[in-house]
């Protein structure tokens, strides 16, 4: 990248997703460049090798003899104050500007211009995060596809495998849902669904990518699917309450994410179930994208 940037200050926000990265960069009154592409490559728990990985997709980003004043990042799986610190460290001495890095759903709020609330993500994965009275932040949720993230998109899938795999112990014949299944994960029957998922080298995209199949097979009439999608709405409501119990202000609820925002189904179950277990939140669907959220961390940094 070159040493020099004329023209006034140029912000750049970055939205690290699970699935793909959205790269924004501005000055006061103008756009820059706008990039999207694969998260590929992106390793939060190395902070070396994620400013690298950073630093170059800024590089590819902005054109050329144009350097950023400021960085700020939201990165999928940057789960803990320290670890984030970490990255911003990185990224402030590979780039020599300043920076800051959050976990992703932390760009919700201030994307949707507020000063606090509670981010709520649920796409390939599902996180929530707020911040306590003090300004500490507060994560829950989000510990990947294998264990958690319940109501994202490959929580989905491992639930709907395990409703149909006990269905099929129950001695019921396939419905849609199974049907659906084992079309999409393309094996002869029920039982070959489990070394279908094991099998599967990146668990969160692979096992994500057929959530579709679960609201297909609602639509369908599936009970054992529509079971599934109430029963991810309640846990994404959870996830409120949990940051409830811990003292965040939960009253503006901003949720983004590429598998509640475009299911109906799930949004409805998650905002029946918020209604019932937490009354005084208020839900809120992200209108823009999240990296807009990251241009304005950035456009704050000194």
Known sequence: MQETSP?????????VGGTKTHLRAATADTAVADLVRPSTGWRPHDPAAAAQWLAAL????????????AVAVGGHACETPRQCAGIRAALEQRLGVPARVVGDAEL??????????VGLVAGTGSVAVGTLPDGVPVQ???????????????????????????????????????????????????????????????????????????????????????????????????LVGRLAARGVVVDDVVVAGGTVLAQPPLYTAFTDALARSVPSARPRPLRVPPVEGALTLARALP
């Open 108 to 117: 919700l709020v201030p994307a949707a211009g507020l000063d606090r609330g």
């Open 140 to 238: 829950v949720g989000g510990w990947g596809a294998v264990l958690g993230d319940e109501g994202g998109a490959a929580g989905l899938v491992r639930e709907a495998a395990r409703a149909v795999w006990a269905a099929h112990d129950r001695g019921e014949a396939p419905d849609a849902l199974a049907r659906g299944l084992v079309e999409a994960f393309s094996v002869a029957e029920v039982p070959a669904l489990g070394d279908a998922l094991e099998a599967a080298s990146d668990v969160s995209a692979e096992w994500g990518r057929h959530s579709p199949v679960v609201f297909a097979a609602a639509g369908a009439g599936s009970f054992l699917a529509a079971a599934v999608i109430a029963d991810a709405g309640r846990a994404l409501a959870a």
């Open 58 to 69: 800024v590089a590819d980003a902005l054109p050329a003899g144009v350097r950023p004043a």
């Open 7 to 15: 023209g006034p200050p140029l912000a750049v926000g970055i939205d």
